[in-house]
Every structure is written in structure tokens, then in C-alpha cells.
């Protein structure tokens, strides 16, 4: 009679247990995948806790929980509202279809951006007035410049400010020009702008006008390319209550 062989084998895993293993696998390939594809709203994130704060009565902030749909994430001072989203997003769309209307979208660097006060819109002064004058006689220039304002007149909110801004570079005014110096060319071109804002019926208690000549370049003054890029006129739009908080931390440290 042979004898029974006792194997020292370890003993296998349970069949199931590998089945579970490979669904696991499986799953955090899948979660990794979809966290790869998606985009972190710190924003979101903050509103799902508050909301979820808010169900729990555990955590603070729980009734911040409004989303807007057409919020724009910018970091402005101007509060964040839908009617503040809706004037960016017409804003953009504006300078946009200008450049390709201009130069099949390889055209002028006008361009909305955002700063430290609010956004802006930037936009070239070679491609608005002709050299050494305020005069705008370009006709596209003078149709966006329309449509700017009627953008602001239907969009923007009562509590924002406009303050349309003159720069030149460093080179003096040419010789048939009416300005003495490029105080007085910003100057002009910055009012030249407001004026047609408020001729297209912006509101002028929310504008103003200022003029920075030519110490404030964004570019090398060495180039034609750079001092290009300096002159030009930017149109400001910044919450009314921060300029009023400034003044009075200015007048707070005088005292």
C-alpha cells in the first residue's frame, strides 16, 4: 500500500480573495483617472464644506453655500457677482472678435487682463491715434471704443469705478505736435477715451481720468517694439469701496 505524500506547500489564497483584489485594483485606477482629468475648484471645495457644515451644524462658514453660474474666478477686489462675471465675459468677447475683425486674431495687442486693483482693458495707442496726437480717427478703434461702453452701460455694476489711464514712452512729442511734453499727450489721450465713453452714454460719475506719461513702462524703452508696447491707454474697473478704504487708511496714518 503506497504512502500518502504530505505536501509542504503554503496554502493558497482563497479563490474570492484574488477576484477582490484585482476589483480594487481596478477601482483606484479608475478614481486616479478621473482625478487626472479633472480640474481642483478651490472655490467648490469651500462651498461643499460649508454646505456640508451647514447640514451638520458642525463646522463654521456653513451658509456661504451660494454658487453662481456664471462666476469668474479673478483675483480682484471687485466682488464677485453673476452682473460682474456677465461684464468680463462681454468685455472678452469684445476684444476678442476685434483682433480676429482687425487682423484675423494676429492683430493688435489689445487685451483684457487683471492687476492688482481690479482688470483692465489695455489698448495700443499706435492703433488708436496717430503719432504726437489725442485725435482717435481710427474707425475700428472708435467701434470698439462704442461697444466698450455700451457693455459697461448695460453690465457693469453701479459700484464700480472706471478710470481710464494715459501712458507714453520716453520719447518727447514730435515737433507738429500740440503737446508739449507727454504729460500732457497721456493726458489728452487718456480724456479722449473718457470722452467717448461718456458720449456713448457711460455714466461719468463713474469715471475719471489720469495721466503717467512715461514712468510707468511695461517694456524696454531701448526698442521700437518696446516703446510701442508703452505707449498706450488702459480703462480701469475697480470696486468704488476700495479706493474710499485706501483714502482713509492714508488719512488714518496722517493723523
Not at 491715434?129 to 462704442?146: H, M, R, V
Amino acid at each position: 500500500m503506497a504512502k500518502k505524500c504530505k505536501c509542504e506547500c503554503p496554502e493558497c489564497m482563497p479563490e474570492w480573495l484574488a477576484t477582490f483584489g484585482d476589483l480594487m485594483s481596478l477601482l483606484l485606477c479608475f478614481f486616479v483617472l478621473l482625478l487626472s482629468m479633472s480640474t481642483m475648484d478651490a472655490k467648490k471645495v469651500k462651498e461643499a464644506i460649508g454646505s456640508l457644515a451647514g447640514a451638520l451644524s458642525v463646522l463654521e462658514g456653513g451658509t456661504q453655500t451660494e454658487v453662481s453660474r456664471e462666476r469668474i474666478q479673478k483675483a480682484t477686489p471687485i466682488q464677485k457677482s453673476e452682473e460682474t462675471a456677465q461684464t468680463v465675459n462681454k468685455l472678452s468677447q469684445a476684444v476678442a472678435e476685434f483682433k480676429e475683425f482687425t487682423q484675423g486674431g494676429k492683430g493688435p495687442a489689445i487685451v483684457l487682463e487683471e492687476g492688482e486693483e481690479g482688470f483692465f482693458i489695455r489698448l495700443p495707442a499706435d492703433i488708436t491715434f496717430p503719432p504726437g496726437s489725442a485725435q482717435i480717427t481710427n474707425e475700428d478703434s472708435l467701434l470698439f471704443l462704442k461697444r466698450i461702453a455700451i457693455i459697461i452701460k448695460e453690465y457693469l455694476p453701479k459700484n464700480v469705478e472706471i478710470q481710464v489711464r494715459g501712458y507714453t514712452d520716453n520719447m518727447p512729442p514730435p515737433p507738429n505736435s500740440p503737446y508739449k511734453d507727454n504729460w500732457e499727450l497721456s493726458a489728452a489721450r487718456a480724456l479722449a477715451v473718457l470722452r467717448i465713453l461718456i458720449k456713448n452714454g457711460v455714466n461719468p460719475s463713474q469715471l475719471s481720468a489720469a495721466a503717467y506719461g512715461p514712468y510707468h513702462p511695461i517694456s524696454s524703452n531701448l526698442t521700437p517694439e518696446g516703446r510701442a508696447k508703452n505707449r498706450r491707454v488702459e480703462i480701469w474697473f475697480f470696486a468704488k469701496k476700495n479706493k474710499e478704504e485706501i483714502q482713509k487708511s492714508v488719512l488714518d496714518k496722517t493723523k
